[in-house]
């Protein structure tokens, strides 16, 4: 069978509703000919005559005035699809979203995003998960909405990015420890006991190559997999914890933090999602609300 001419749709409403070709014409922006040829194809697809002349006008035929409001709303449900999404209402969303955030986000970041997601969306419900990894599999394949994270080399690159602030990394070390008094050196820190956060196990990272460059070397004595599991460890013993300083400063409370005594750059935390929630309206408000929680803190703060 071949395939229909959806276009013909409209052109039969309009000629239904008009009656007449002319005024048809005006309608669609198409010549009197132009429409006469329309009509003349929707004759011989539908196999009736549709609109005959009566006197100096055309009136419906049955077959037509039987098919007027079935095209009509054929036609309105077409133009529904095609619209562009309306404008959302959060107080009448109902959803929920999953975040996938590193150590300290949801610490740090979670109680003004619950409060102002809770004041905007009530209806909404948030559910935040654990970030082991920087694979995008989650995003693409939907179980999760949005990430919160360092873009690495592991994303995929379809997945679209925003940036929300610059953060650096700090020392921290329990209060009482012996860092916590003087002036730090690089060969101070480096003598210490370190523990170093590597979500794949790595012995070392950018802080051991800014070392090595002063011909110093740390000693790791604990690798762990998170943040967090490196603040606690030094919060109960005298190892050093090297963190990101703006999303972990909850976790660090009363603990003494320092400059690092050496060169590390800066890392970019961004949100990640992927294309197919681009213009999605209720998944373009959270992000603005993630965006309004944390990209007022552009800035890195000071220790």
């Known amino acids: 069978m071949s395939r229909p001419d959806l276009n013909l749709l409209l052109t039969l409403d309009v000629l239904l509703t008009e009656g007449n070709v002319a005024r048809a014409a005006r309608r669609l922006h198409l010549s009197p000919s132009a429409m006469s040829r ?3 194809r929707l004759r011989e697809t539908t196999g009736d005559p549709l609109l005959v002349r009566a006197g100096r006008g055309l009136v419906p035929t049955p077959r037509a005035l039987e098919l007027r409001e079935q095209v009509s709303r054929l036609v309105q449900e077409a133009q529904d699809v095609l619209r562009p999404a309306e404008l ?30 809770r004041d905007e969306a009530p209806g909404v419900r948030l559910r935040f998960m654990q970030k082991p990894d920087k694979d995008s599999k989650p995003l693409r394949e939907g179980s999760v909405d949005l990430e919160i994270g360092v873009v690495g080399a592991a994303s995929s690159p379809e997945i679209r990015t925003r ?21 730090m050196s ?96 209720a998944h373009r408000w959270l992000r603005d609300c993630v965006w309004r929680i944390c990209a007022p803190g552009t800035a890195t703060i000071g220790v």
Do not use: C
């Open 163 to 183: 940036a929300l602030f610059r953060d650096r990394f700090i020392g921290v070390v329990r209060a009482g420890h012996p860092l916590a008094k003087g002036r």
């Open 186 to 281: 690089a060969a101070r820190y480096a003598a210490g006991q370190h523990a170093l956060v590597s979500r794949r196990g790595l012995d070392k990272g950018p802080i051991d190559d800014a070392l090595q460059a002063l011909g110093l070397t740390r000693q790791i004595a604990v690798i762990v997999a998170g943040f967090s599991d490196a603040i606690a460890l030094a919060r109960g013993s005298d190892l050093i914890a090297s963190v990101p300083e703006r999303h972990t400063a909850n976790l660090r409370a009363g603990m003494h933090s320092f400059t690092l005594p050496v060169p590390v750059p800066l890392v970019t935390v961004s949100m990640l999602w992927h294309p197919r929630m681009d213009a999605d309206p």
């Open 38 to 40: 329309a009509l003349a």
């Open 88 to 117: 959302l209402d959060p107080s009448r969303l109902t959803r929920a979203f999953t975040l996938r955030a590193s150590d300290g986000f949801v610490e740090y970041f979670g109680p003004a995003l619950i409060a102002l997601v």
